[in-house]
T-cell receptor, first 112, second 117 residues
């Protein structure tokens, strides 16, 4: 079992749809969670982060962590064509950068 | 606002050749990293450095070498290139501790696409 798994996609949705992107993990010690967005031919950029369990909202984006199920989600409301990108989850049991484990990414296309 | 800069952007190597991927950052970060990204495999850590003169292996270091003579620069050297090293390489940097709520996250360069034929 991989340490971090992610729905591979690709995922295509119409503009305005609600998108759910998910990661599961096996290490119960993980407590720092980040979502990165990666546009084509670019480097990943931080989109959302959460610490431990709970929800965090930022505009159209909501990050959820369910530590009991070892499951994290990123929701995108009113999706836009500009949201078309690959989304990577990343997580760690501490906040040293070298210990963050990245998921394989889900490629999302939002069609106008 | 340059951030993390990598060169070259694209390169084709022949089997057995060597090359160096250059990386420089202007954020005065102590920590720097090299990752490779393969389809369906996520970002895998090759090497990292916690400061000038200090480097350490990540998850997939075989076939690579690094050096860190200055805070700003962290080159990655490929010796005797093999087809298995065909990948996208990302250099990244961060402060000592990743604290996104304080604006301290892992910052990535734009990537270097390497093909070994």
């Amino acid at each position: 079992q991989k340490e971090v798994e992610q729905d591979p996609g690709p995922l295509s949705v119409p503009e305005g749809a609600i998108v759910s992107l998910n990661c599961t993990y096996s290490n119960s010690a993980f407590q720092y969670f980040m979502w990165y967005r990666q546009y084509s031919r670019k480097g990943p950029e931080l989109l959302m982060y959460t610490y431990s369990s709970g929800n965090k909202e930022d505009g159209r984006f909501t990050a959820q962590v369910d530590k009991s199920s070892k499951y994290i989600s990123l929701f995108i409301r009113d999706s836009q064509p500009s949201d078309s990108a690959t989304y990577l989850c990343a997580m760690s049991d501490d906040n040293y950068g070298q210990n963050f484990v990245f998921g394989p990414g889900t490629r999302l296309s939002v069609l106008p | 606002n340059a951030g993390v800069t990598q060169t070259p952007k694209f390169r084709i190597l022949k089997i057995g050749q060597s090359m160096t991927l250059q990386c420089t950052q202007d954020m005065n970060h102590n920590y720097m990293y090299w990752y490779r990204q393969d389809p369906g495999m996520g970002l895998k850590l090759i090497y990292y450095s916690v400061g000038a003169g200090i480097t350490d292996k990540g998850e997939v270091p075989n076939g690579y070498n690094v050096s860190r003579s200055t805070t700003e620069d962290f080159p990655l050297r490929l010796e005797l290139a093999a087809p298995s090293q065909t990948s996208v390489y990302f250099c990244a940097s961060s402060t000592n501790l990743v604290r996104p709520h304080s604006g301290n996250t892992i910052y990535f360069g734009e990537g270097s696409w390497l093909t070994v034929v």
